[in-house]
């Protein structure tokens, strides 16, 4: 009966609560000692993936499995985007004269090796969110709502997601303006994740998707600093001004929102 009583809300609606109200409460135990909150509040990225697979399993009795393999053009694109976007946040950044581009810190060879390791070894701790958004929510959405309602409600659901850990760790780490910073962040999540739903979609894979969020994790810390430990990057500045989850990114990621709505309805 009472398996029965929670199907009556929409397994997606229930997902996406417990989801955020188990991260909201993982994130704010975590900060009781903000020291500990800053060491370990990547936890809260398994959570997604750890409730699709419950949900998976045992409130809907589906197969915990992937289905398709990917094609080339998703992974370049999940490569290229995030790449593109972060490289352009850098020199609009230099345009604008609001970064500063340090030279010595450009990585040589081991340090370009060092990146891709990171990104692949990244791809695990990566599949902990995103078998939550793309590889649960996102297909059970459209197949109810189609491609732009699921996208805009996957965006409102991750953006949430990430509100409390972003406003605490920019609390513990000493980032100016939390809540503006939290804000914006947000606005970046729900930007960029049309650009998610179109590398999902042009495959219904996840693996290219993986690589989109591993490669934009690596690489916008590396060349635009790290807005969660408040650490510089190659090009310095303002964090909440010129990082890929901050102004810049919010702006250039904004102005992409309507390509992928295009493309989108074309292929809904």
Partial sequence: MIRNGLLRLKAETLYSITV??????????????????????????FIPALIAVGFRKFLLKERVTGKNKGNLK????????????????????????????????????????????MIIVNLFAVLGEEYGWRGYLLPKLTVQH???????????????????????????????????????????????NFAFSYCYYLSGSLLPVLFFHSVWNVVNTAVLGDIYTNQQ????????????????GLVIGGLMIAWFVRRLQRSN
Avoid at 20 to 45: C, H, N, Q, R
Avoid at 150 to 173: E, K, N, S
């Fill in 20 to 45: 955020l109200l188990t991260a909201w409460l993982v994130t704010a135990v975590l900060f009781i000692d903000p020291e500990v909150g800053v060491k370990y509040f990547s936890i809260i990225m």
């Fill in 74 to 117: 998703a992974l370049l694109f999940g490569i290229g985007y995030p790449i593109g976007l972060v490289l352009l946040c850098a020199v609009v950044s230099q345009l604008l004269g609001i970064g500063t581009f340090k030279s010595d810190e450009l990585p040589d060879t081991g340090g370009i090796i060092k990146m891709v390791i």
């Fill in 146 to 192: 189609g491609k732009i309602k699921a996208t805009l409600i996957v965006g409102a659901v991750w953006a949430l997601y990430h509100v409390p850990a972003v406003f605490l760790l920019a609390q513990a780490t000493g980032m100016s303006h939390p809540l503006l910073l939290c804000a914006i962040q947000a606005c970046v999540v729900f930007t960029v």
């Fill in 233 to 248: 990057g190659i090009v310095g500045g303002r964090l909440i001004l010129i990082n890929g989850e901050g102004l810049l």
